[in-house]
């Protein structure tokens, strides 16, 4: 049995005006073809399907995270 993982980093930690954020995700035991889908406060962005995220548009006490969906063989939880 593996648990699938995932951590983001981020570009910046402090942002401004017009800066591009860049996020990136490191997983483990995601498979072989893992599903990503970045949530902006817990709420899907739209067609951020994939293992990085960029923006620049933010507002105060924002929250990005990454749902990571594993097919790995013998997951404990695939989300």
Same mark, same amino acid.
């Given at each position: ?15 401004? *005006? *017009? ?16 599903? #990503? ?13 994939? *293992?990085? #995220? ?9 929250? #990005?995270?990454?749902?990571?969906? *594993? ?5 404990? +939880? +695939? +989300?």
């Amino acid at each position: 049995v593996v648990t699938p993982t995932v951590s983001i980093t981020a570009s910046q930690t402090t942002v401004c *005006s *017009s800066v591009t954020v860049n996020f990136t995700s490191s997983i483990t035991n995601g498979g072989t073809s893992p599903a #990503y889908q970045w949530l902006l406060n817990g709420n899907i962005i739209p067609l951020a399907t994939n *293992s990085t #995220y960029s923006t620049s548009t933010f507002a105060d006490n924002d929250k #990005y995270s990454l749902r990571l969906t *594993s097919n790995a063989i013998c997951a404990s +939880t +695939t +989300t």
